[in-house]
């Protein structure tokens, strides 16, 4: 290690050097930083999962703009809107069709008496175009009563009941009090809201929410003719629905706003966002205090230095190199034990965490920063030192 880092400094490694002179104080050091990661990665994980669940839903639906209750949080927040203000909507020029979409919450109890809760969708089962192909292909079963398809990722759910329905099975399940039957399967997973997703018709909906009403879905989803921006036609929207209680957005406006308000309004959101911080803080600390540690047990060193010459620059590089070196060797375990809590993780709740390529730079670059930045202030001391008052 000491000849690459003589090779990449084009000197003698005099920070690697001084840190693993002890190799007990070296190794707290490197746990220290990799606990650090450990908290960020895992804050950044879950909120990670947050974001995905919040809006894995809209990756079922197939729409160009959403009209929603202006009192509504997120998609799947929201307040009922009338549906007259559908029809109000399809003679806005540049409309291609239009469809009310119904969403709600369904206990279910399995077979072992544990009890899941599902994300009910409900929709017009002739209106297949609203939803992507892969659930496409299933909705003409949904004219059926209560015939649902079910979120085969939903947790708790049997694989030997996935790969029935995948097979061409049915499955039965009561839930609020209905018999409902599941006859095809689609791939969403659960999230911090339920354990998973059910799309069904509209009128099979209305018979397990009985206090739902056929005029006041929760959204109304609405395709632009081919040709025509949708953003021209979501302005068109907003000139002729009331705007005191409509609400017009693209879709990809509404995703974006549902992450903004999950991250930033929800209690969850605010949580995760400062422990992220609370790692950062706990790694700038530890770092420094190593830091700032080893600069005051090789005072006399520096002095010595000093005195020959040297200037700031040149404590500066031995001091980052330190902070170099702690940044990638707590970097690495921190990673590692990170990647495994996650899949544990996925193994028990079923959330959505997952390691990418863009987390793990972002967090080993800021871990660089942190190292970096702990590495200046700890050289604060010798900036301004006297090598005769150093002695």
């Not at 894995?56 to 009192?71: E, K, N, R, T």
């Not at 354990?195 to 056929?214: E, K, N």
């Not at 001091?319 to 990638?328: G, H, N, Q, W, Y």
Request: aromatic residues 10%; proline residues 4%.
């Amino acid at each position: 290690m000491s000849r690459l880092l003589t090779y990449l400094f084009g000197r003698l490694p005099i920070g690697w050097l001084q840190l693993t002179h002890s190799k007990g104080r070296f190794i707290a050091a490197v746990s220290g930083v990799a606990f650090a990661n450990l908290l960020v990665f895992m804050r950044l994980g879950i909120m990670g999962a947050l974001n995905n669940s919040t809006i894995a839903p809209y990756a079922m639906l197939d729409a160009d703009i959403i009209v929603s209750s202006d009192s509504g949080n997120t998609l799947t927040d929201s307040d009922n809107i009338a549906q007259v203000w559908m029809f109000r909507a399809l003679a806005v020029s540049g409309v291609a069709d239009a469809t009310p979409i119904y969403i709600g919450n369904l206990p279910f109890t399995l077979n072992d008496r544990s009890s899941l809760s599902l994300l009910v969708f409900g929709l017009d089962a002739t209106q297949t175009t609203f939803v992507v192909p892969s659930i496409a292909q299933s909705m003409g079963q949904l004219t059926i009563e209560n015939t649902v398809i079910l979120d085969q990722d939903t947790r708790g759910i049997p694989t030997s009941v996935v790969e029935g329905i995948v097979d061409g099975d049915v499955y039965p399940f009561e839930a609020n009090g209905r018999t409902l039957v599941a006859v095809a399967t689609m791939e969403v997973g659960g999230g911090f809201l339920a354990d998973g997703m059910l799309v069904t018709s509209d009128q099979s909906f209305l018979r397990f929410f009985p206090t739902r009403s056929s005029g006041a879905p929760d959204h109304i989803l609405i395709h632009v003719a081919d040709g025509v921006s949708t953003e021209t036609v979501a302005q068109r929207l907003r000139a002729v629905l009331p705007p005191e209680s409509v609400k017009v957005q693209t879709a990809q406006a509404a995703a974006k706003a549902d992450l903004a308000f999950m991250s930033t309004q929800r209690p969850t959101g605010i949580i995760f966002g400062f422990g992220v911080f609370m790692g950062i803080l706990v790694g700038l600390v530890i770092v420094y205090q190593v830091l700032s540690t080893d600069v005051a047990d090789h005072l006399g060193e520096y002095a010595t230095f000093k005195a020959m010459g040297y200037g700031q620059s040149f404590f500066l590089g031995i001091v980052f190199e330190e902070a170099i070196v702690l940044a990638v060797f707590g970097f690495i375990p921190g990673l590692i034990v990170s990647i495994g809590l996650y899949a544990a993780l996925v193994a028990a709740t079923g959330l959505p965490v997952e390691m990418d390529v863009g987390r793990a730079l972002l967090v080993f670059f800021g871990t660089l920063a942190a190292c970096t930045i702990s590495g200046a202030i700890a050289t604060r001391r010798l900036a301004h030192a006297d090598p005769a008052d150093l002695f």
